[in-house]
């Protein structure tokens, strides 16, 4: 009997020490983000208008996948059709010079990555590297020449959910973009990418997005 009692008694010890570690080494759901998947575009894509020489065409979106409650993952959708240099600054006289033109349009699209890491709260900064298959088309319409360029972009933001969910939301950013490869750039265009640098300092931007 007192064999049957300490064995038990054992059990009982065991079942409950493995069973409290079993509980403890579950994954807490706390942390789990609440949606998984997004998809969302910038303003740009919802601004085509204007005057037909200065619309850039631009459209662009993003599925993003929420690996933890901080690290972000995507694939980014991106196309525009250019009538100017891209290395044109925002505070530059030049940027809307018809002097400093394209003789045509540049149409460039592709697919790329994007990689955001949380910070603290909404703050962020995320990485997107996109190449790009560029056409070059003269100003009677006609295609001239195709090229290829490796477009990056480094981004500062802020996460902001919106409604009671937050299961929509908008990220306000500004971004530094670079590209350091452009290849087989047409001769006609070339003159006037040759004038400017091979980046674009401090774009300001808004995405919005969904989670599902």
């Given at each position: ?11 009982f010890?065991?079942?409950t ?5 079993a509980?403890?080494?579950k ?10 998947y997004?998809?969302?575009?910038t303003?740009?894509t ?15 979106i ?16 991106a ?10 600054d925002?505070w530059?006289?030049?940027?809307l010079?018809?002097?400093y ?25 995320t ?7 560029t056409?070059?088309i003269?100003?009677?319409g ?6 290829f360029?490796?477009?990056?972009s ?16 908008i990220?306000?950013q ?7 490869i ?24 808004i ?6």
């Open positions: 009997m007192k064999n049957l009692c300490l064995v038990l008694f054992l059990s010890g065991l079942q020490a493995f069973g409290q570690d509980l403890d080494l994954p807490s759901n706390q942390n789990k983000p609440k949606y998984k997004s998809l969302y575009t303003w740009l919802l601004s085509n208008f204007g005057k037909p020489e200065t619309n850039t065409h631009h459209y662009e993003r599925f993003g996948y929420q690996l933890t409650p901080k690290d972000h993952i995507g694939i980014k959708f196309t525009w059709k250019l009538f100017a240099p891209l290395g044109i925002l530059d006289s030049a940027l010079d018809r002097d033109f394209y003789p045509g349009r540049l149409r460039e699209t592709g697919f790329g990555i994007t990689y955001q890491r949380r910070f603290w709260k909404g703050l962020f900064a990485l997107e590297v996109l190449p790009l298959a056409k070059y003269d100003e009677s006609k295609k001239v020449g195709k090229g360029k490796l477009y990056n480094y981004h500062v933001g802020y996460h902001i959910p919106l409604f009671k969910k937050g299961r929509f939301f990220e306000p500004l971004h530094v973009n670079h590209w350091p452009n290849h087989n750039v047409h001769e006609d265009f070339k003159a006037e990418e040759d004038r400017w640098d091979n980046y674009f300092l401090i774009e300001p931007n995405y919005f997005g969904i989670k599902f």
